[in-house]
């Protein structure tokens, strides 16, 4: 198990300083905070990833927050899986 964690289903007017506050609560330690956004708008797309300093802290913050509302929506936390490797996106002649 790693220590990055996926977050979903985050309200769109959530920051970055709010999560690490958020996951920082009962003395965790965040080494990261980094919510995605979209890159032609730069609006936010509704998740992010939090990393963690060790794997007690990754265990805890999942269970603690997975289900836990923020700005009126259920988050989604858990184990942040690696991205699979997508096919190019070329055109066929």
Known sequence: MGTRIYVGNLPF???EDQ???????AGRQVESVKIVTDRDTGQPRGFGFV???NQGDTTAAINALNGKEMGGRAL???EARERT?????????
Not at 19 to 25: H, M, T, W
Not at 85 to 93: L, T
Request: charge should be positive; proline fraction near 4%; avoid cysteine.
């Open 76 to 78: 989604t936390v858990n």
């Open 51 to 53: 990393e963690m300093a």
């Open 19 to 25: 999560l690490r506050v958020l996951f920082a609560e």
């Open 13 to 15: 007017d959530a920051t």
């Open 85 to 93: 490797p997508r096919g190019g996106g070329g055109r066929r002649f």
